[in-house]
């Protein structure tokens, strides 16, 4: 489905939690391209929170109701992880495009099952990689670009929390609950960080190992710990994530055969040999807050570009498509005590063309 571009894309939010609350709502009520006609959340209370944010939209608490009875050009899906796939592929079906937020999936047999149906109704499923648009992470994007560090050999990324991040309903948690999150935080962090080492490096995976562990969380049924190393052709991205810190905190490494970046919170730091390091600060620290709705207007540039552009369609959509493979590769591997899975082997091969293609 091709749009035009000269009216405003109605929209409808799927999950009217945290992120949609927080995150989303502040730029959709401000971007003149996009008009959220309808709100879908199954818990009352959020309906109501909806009703007073955004007074003019419909609210539905089903998806089914939702379908029935608007007329969407596309659905941004917030809902707990497990929900995503089904949620995309029903949006698909319907010939609705999909903004989705991460993870896409938690499974590569899902994964296709996404590919398949938005290659059938050429709609866009584009899922929100919002850190990727942070400052801090364009400005390390656009030194690595000018090879000023030159050829990147090596990424760390570090993601320190001292606890989940909260979610609406009293007492709930789903992010320590396997049946809606999917995994720990690997599915709710290690999706950031498996994106961002993507952009850093360009270059497609060859072999993934991870160990997850329980340290603070002991009575979830996920990891609230993980270490996993990515194999590239001539790099590495080392990736530690935690809910068990005493602090919290961001940081990375970008090391180059001349010299390095440093992002360490609101601060990134380039050294090269023979020259003094070059400092810039940022207004935000990187763990401030969880919602980044500046992250998410910048995205929308993007994902407003697939809308109306055919031909640009799918770069989003692989770039989630090797999340998940790494994603459920991490998983496969910390099972079997950290062994080195090969990228391309273990897994069924990404067939055809790219999500609305
Ligand atoms: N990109 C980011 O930086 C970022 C930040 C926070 C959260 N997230 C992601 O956003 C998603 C939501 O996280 P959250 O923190 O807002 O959680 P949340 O618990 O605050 O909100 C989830 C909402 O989904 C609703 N929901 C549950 N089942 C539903 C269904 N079948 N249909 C419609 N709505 C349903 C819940 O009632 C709730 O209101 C997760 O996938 C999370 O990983 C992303």
Redesign the pocket.
Known sequence: MTIRRNRALRGAL????????H?HVPVWKNDRHFSILAV????EA?LAVAAELLPDVRRYP??DELFANERLDFVDV????A??GE?AIKAAAQGIHVLC???LTLSVDECNRIRSAASAAHVVVFT????KYAPIFRTAKRVLRRGEIGRVTHVELQTLRMQP?????EG?T??LDPA?SGGGIL??HG??AFYLALYALDAEPIAVSARTARRKFLASGVEDTANCTIEFDGATAEIFLTWAADERRNAARFTGAQGTIDVADRTLIVRVAERAPVETGFAQPLSAG???PD??AALLDDFREELYEPKLRGANFREAETCCRLLELAYRSSAADGARLPFREVLPPIEGPGAGE
């Open positions: 799927v999950g009217f939690g945290n992120v949609a609350v995150g879908c959340d199954p818990d959020q089903t998806v917030a809902t707990p992880p929900l995503h949620l937020e991460k993870p929100n990689h919002n850190w991040p909260a979610t609406v309903g709930d789903w992010r809606r599915v709710d999706w950031h969880s919602y980044h992250w998410f």
